[in-house]
């Protein structure tokens, strides 16, 4: 038995409305349904399960702890959600930094990502593995961070031993996201 079709829609809509209505987290009981209500921030989702209403009255303090450990779930995945995104972004701007003080196009750090990926995706990487390749490749010239601006924007061609400077950004490079 219990809430199908149509009765469904209508039983979830009433209970989402019920939980954003309120601060608190609770527990409510309709029929042989238990609604357990995850509110965090802005976001709302609602867990239904059916059962014996006496199993809900019997359970109902495991029942608390239960909810609260899903919504300590929820809280973790945005907030690592939120995390990865700042640091995808965070890669990116210093990756175009860079790229502006050695007066490279703006395009190039996105060009240096999509052909890093595709470069991995042939190479047999996962798909996964590819698409961090391309979040941390515009970070591939952080090292000219040390490169004197004189050795840098030098015109014409690098002598001896401004090429050795120019070409230490890479070891450079490597000491700053070592274990990164």
Not at 65 to 81: G, P, S
Not at 102 to 127: C, D, N, Q
Request: proline residues 4%.
């Amino acid at each position: 038995e219990g809430i199908i079709g149509k009765e469904l829609d209508e039983f979830i809509s009433c209970s989402v409305d019920d939980v954003t209505s309120t601060k608190d987290r609770f527990i409510q009981v309709k029929e042989e349904e238990f609604l357990i209500p995850v509110k965090v921030n802005k976001s709302v989702g609602l867990l239904i399960v059916h059962c014996p209403r006496s199993s809900i009255e019997e359970n109902i303090e495991i029942l608390d702890i239960f909810i609260r450990n899903i919504t300590i779930a929820y809280e973790k995945v945005i907030l690592l959600n939120e995390v990865r995104d700042t640091q995808k972004e965070i890669a990116y701007r210093l990756g175009e930094v860079v790229e502006t003080r050695s007066k490279e196009s703006g395009s190039h750090v996105k060009r240096v990502a999509e052909i890093s990926r595709f470069l991995a995706s042939k190479y047999g990487l996962p798909p996964e593995h590819c698409e961090k390749i391309k979040l941390a490749s515009p970070l591939h010239d952080i090292g000219k961070i040390a490169i004197p601006d004189a050795v840098l924007n030098k015109p014409g061609k690098l002598d001896a031993d401004e090429w050795v400077t120019m070409m230490s950004h890479a070891s450079v490079g490597e000491e700053i996201l070592r274990g990164s």
